[in-house]
Each structure stands twice: as C-alpha cells, then as structure tokens.
C-alpha cells in the first residue's frame, strides 16, 4: 500500500522570546533604518517580497514568511505567503486542509506563552496514512520556525507572522524582532495580498479571487453581514458591497449563499 504524508508538528527545543540575546548594536541600527526607508516606499506585493528576502533578511534571515490572520477559533482564516521556494505559495497553501491546524497550533502556542514569539525547531513529515498538501508537506521539512503575534485590540483579531527556514535555526536579537514585526505588519496591511492564478481549465476558482475578496469570503461564509465584514476590515461596508458583487461575477452567482457554496467547492475542488 503507498505510503502517504502527514506533517507532525513537533520540536526539540522551543526558545522563547525572551531566552535569546537582547541587544542591538551600531550595525544592527544601521539595517533597522535600511529596513524603514524601504518600507515607506513600498506599495505592491513583489516589492513587498523584495524586501523581505533583502533588507529584512539582513535582520531576520528567513526562506518563507507565512502570515495567517482571521477567526483562529473558528477556522476561518486567510493567507499571505511570501516564499523563495517554487513549490510553496498562497494558493497552494490555501488549497488544502492542512495548513488551518496546524497554524491553529501555532497560535494557540502564542497565546499559551503570553504572546511572546517563539523558535520552533524540527518540523517533520512522516508516513502515517493520511494524505497532505503538498506545499505543506515541504513547510515540514522546515529546520526552524519563528512565529510572531500581533494582537488588534480595536477589531478584536490577531494575526501571526511564521517566518520558516531551510537550513538554519532562526536567531535574531528579541529588541530587533520587536521593531521589525510592526514594520512588516504595516506594510502588508497596504498591499494587496495577491493570489496566483494557476487554473487552467477555465472555471473560475479561489485562485482567481483577489487577496481581499478571500478576505470576505471567509467572513460571509461565517455569517457576517457587509457592516460587520467592512468593521473587521475597516473598509465601508458599500465597498463590501463592490467586492461581492465582483465576486458573484467571477463564480457566476446570484446569492451569498450561491456564492458560499461554490466558493467552498472549488476551495476543496
């Protein structure tokens, strides 16, 4: 029988925030203001990944960032992923049922800790029966993880930043850390979390729905009303409206229910 893939998250050692080394010294300051003049000029996704595989990782060296925000409880969840590995991305990780848990975990870890950051080591895929997606399947053969909350107290929501490595166990000075997450936060609330088209067959598909679009989408599939949504997002809710209404044009539906339904089905599809 053909042995499948599962990701246990394990690890050897958990470092928290607080074990590591707390300084930062004249060069460390010097690439704390490289990283700040570029994000100031920042406004679309690529550049946006630019900078982190440039100055960012001067600070925090990192092969993929994974930054997952939304209802934690509920599963409801939605995914930015900048990566210089070919077969890890937003819309593969969006495609399968795995990477929910297991950032579930992640955060309920943060929460566990008092929302300090902390260093995973040893993700691991072994055979155990049940097929994964294969993208998350590659986050298991991660050497290290650093995974980083921000709490927003004004809408009530948090959303983890989870910064994985190939080769390395990440280190960074806990002062730096706590200066550059902000900075990464702000930047990506100003660009468009985009999304990959990689359908070929022609039907429309959640790859096809635009980074802000899956945004609502997860909160119409759980019940939220176009005010609620626009509160979440802090947008108006006559936006929520526009992007519906786009949205039922891309899945060629005439309800939220329609929509929620199809939507589902090509996610799993």
């Given at each position: 029988?053909?042995?499948?893939?599962?990701?246990?998250?394990?690890?050897?050692?958990?470092?928290?925030?607080?074990?590591?080394?707390?300084?930062?010294?004249?060069?460390?300051?010097?690439?704390?203001?490289?990283?700040?003049?570029?994000?100031?000029?920042?406004?679309r996704?690529?550049?946006?990944?630019?900078?982190?595989?440039?100055?960012?990782?001067?600070?925090?060296?990192?092969?993929?960032?994974?930054?997952?925000?939304?209802?934690?409880?509920?599963?409801?969840?939605?995914?930015?992923?900048?990566?210089n590995i070919?077969?890890?991305?937003?819309?593969?990780?969006?495609?399968?049922?795995?990477?929910?848990?297991?950032?579930?975990?992640?955060?309920?870890?943060?929460?566990?800790?008092?929302?300090?950051?902390?260093?995973?080591?040893?993700?691991?895929?072994?055979?155990?029966?049940?097929?994964?997606?294969s993208?998350?399947?590659?986050?298991?053969?991660?050497?290290?993880?650093?995974v980083?909350?921000?709490?927003?107290?004004?809408?009530?929501?948090d959303?983890?930043?989870?910064?994985?490595?190939?080769?390395?166990?990440?280190?960074v000075?806990p002062?730096?850390?706590?200066?550059?997450?902000?900075?990464?936060?702000?930047?990506?609330?100003?660009?468009?979390?985009?999304?990959?088209?990689?359908?070929?067959?022609?039907?429309?598909?959640?790859c096809?729905?635009?980074?802000?679009?899956?945004?609502?989408?997860?909160?119409?599939?759980?019940?939220?009303?176009?005010?609620?949504?626009?509160?979440?997002?802090?947008?108006?809710?006559?936006?929520?409206?526009?992007?519906?209404?786009?949205?039922?044009?891309?899945?060629?539906?005439?309800?939220?229910?329609?929509a929620?339904?199809?939507?589902?089905?090509?996610?799993?599809?």
């Amino acid at each position: 029988m053909r042995k499948t893939a599962q990701l246990l998250l394990t690890s050897r050692k958990i470092l928290p925030g607080n074990v590591m080394r707390s300084h930062i010294d004249m060069r460390g300051w010097e690439a704390l203001r490289a990283v700040a003049r570029q994000a100031s000029a920042i406004s679309r996704h690529v550049d946006f990944f630019k900078w982190l595989q440039g100055e960012v990782s001067v600070l925090l060296p990192h092969d993929v960032l994974v930054a997952v925000w939304g209802d934690f409880a509920t599963g409801h969840l939605s995914y930015d992923v900048a990566s210089n590995i070919a077969d890890i991305g937003t819309c593969q990780v969006m495609s399968g049922d795995d990477a929910g848990p297991l950032m579930r975990e992640l955060h309920r870890r943060w929460l566990a800790g008092g929302e300090r950051w902390y260093v995973l080591e040893d993700f691991e895929s072994v055979g155990t029966g049940r097929t994964v997606n294969s993208s998350i399947a590659a986050l298991g053969r991660m050497r290290s993880a650093l995974v980083h909350g921000i709490h927003d107290r004004r809408g009530g929501s948090d959303c983890i930043y989870v910064f994985f490595d190939k080769d390395i166990v990440i280190d960074v000075e806990p002062a730096i850390l706590e200066i550059l997450v902000p900075q990464i936060d702000a930047v990506l609330r100003r660009v468009e979390c985009l999304v990959p088209d990689i359908r070929t067959d022609g039907d429309p598909g959640p790859c096809e729905i635009s980074g802000r679009e899956h945004e609502i989408m997860q909160w119409v599939r759980s019940g939220k009303t176009n005010h609620e949504i626009g509160l979440i997002l802090n947008i108006s809710p006559n936006t929520v409206k526009n992007h519906l209404k786009r949205i039922f044009h891309k899945l060629n539906v005439s309800s939220r229910a329609q929509a929620v339904a199809k939507y589902g089905s090509l996610a799993r599809g």
